[in-house]
């Protein structure tokens, strides 16, 4: 465990002298990372830190109102580009592609609206496991492996890259950022499109942002939970009314976990279970069938692709 007093001072330090006098992007999801960079930065370079908040589409419900209220009083930039995610994404069910096409995407834009400020240098929050991961060939995540080598940035600062999970919640809350941030489930950054196997859709990405939002909603207050949530596994028979459908198929994930790297199934009761089908199925019409997932990482991930 670091010593976070003397990592804070450190980080701001080395953010200092990495981006001297010029104005520096990052991308400000709202989750515990990108906050806790964000914090270090604005402590480091005040007003030439310039967070923009990349809404990719695939982000949850209610996601992009909730960082204008968190964020509205620094200068945020909120850039809708959901509709450029699911060109990108068109067509491509391979896991790693699309972690790639998101990745490639993401910094695209990025690169665009850093044109914009005048900014050539880029903060992002990753954090270790992310890099060890990356390096196994585990996968690629999309702010370490998927990042496109032809980058326009001429420099990228990770002030958090030797922390786990646990070591930047204890920043956060050295750095006195909300406990709603600091307590924050990870989502992935290439969100709920890894939540979806296959193609990502515009009506996918509808379907599990409800049935994610029921998962959260029902679980995380009773569980506290390192994540649950919603991933769309197929499609299968159902009977709905009279008729027999075609319905999708939903996953319910919850894990315990200390830094990711393994996690167990949380014993939810049967009967909470059952709840959580009928409420997803009634609310989600098109939904036909919901499984709940007792794998342990290993030898499952936690995400589905
Ligand atoms: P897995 O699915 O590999 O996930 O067991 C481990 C942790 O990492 C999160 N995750 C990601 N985070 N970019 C991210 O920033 C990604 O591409 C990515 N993929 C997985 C996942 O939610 C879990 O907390």
């Not at 950022?177 to 489930?185: A, F, G, S, V, W």
Request: net charge negative; proline share 5%; hydrophobic share 40%.
């Amino acid at each position: 465990m670091v010593n976070t007093e003397k990592f804070i001072a450190k980080a701001i330090e080395e953010i200092k002298t990495a981006a001297g006098n010029e104005k520096v992007v990052m991308a400000l999801s709202g989750g515990v990372d990108s906050s806790v960079c964000a914090a270090l930065a604005a402590r480091a370079i005040g007003d030439n830190l310039i967070p923009i908040y990349i809404d990719t589409g695939l982000m949850r419900k209610g996601e992009t109102d909730r960082i204008r209220t968190i964020f509205g009083n620094i200068r945020l930039q909120i850039i809708d580009a959901g509709d450029e995610f699911l060109d990108s994404l068109k067509g491509i069910t391979d896991p790693e592609a699309k972690r790639k096409a998101i990745g490639e995407r993401f910094i695209r834009v990025f690169e665009r609206e850093a044109k914009k400020v005048g900014a050539k240098c880029l903060l992002q929050g990753t954090i270790y496991p992310d890099i060890i991961e990356s390096q196994g060939g585990i996968k690629s995540h999309h702010n370490v492996g998927g990042m496109p080598v032809d980058i326009e940035f001429t420099k990228v600062i990770e002030p958090i890259r030797d922390l786990y999970k646990d070591e930047v919640r204890d920043v956060a809350g050295a750095l006195g950022l909300p406990k709603e941030i600091q307590h924050r489930m990870p989502f992935p950054g290439p969100g709920l499109a890894v939540r979806v196997l296959g193609e990502v859709t515009r009506e996918k990405v509808a379907v599990i942002r409800e049935a994610n939002w029921i998962v959260e909603d029902e679980l995380v207050e009773k569980y506290h939970p390192w994540q649950c949530f919603a991933a769309l596994i197929g499609l299968g028979t159902g009977v709905k009314g009279d008729n027999r459908i075609h319905g999708w198929i939903v996953a319910v994930r919850a894990v315990h976990s200390r830094d990711a790297m393994t996690a167990d199934p949380i014993d939810i009761p049967f009967e909470h279970l059952v709840k959580i089908g009928s409420r997803i199925t009634a609310d989600i019409p098109s939904v036909a069938r919901v499984v709940y997932d007792i794998t342990a990482k290993p030898p499952a991930t936690i995400e589905y692709e």
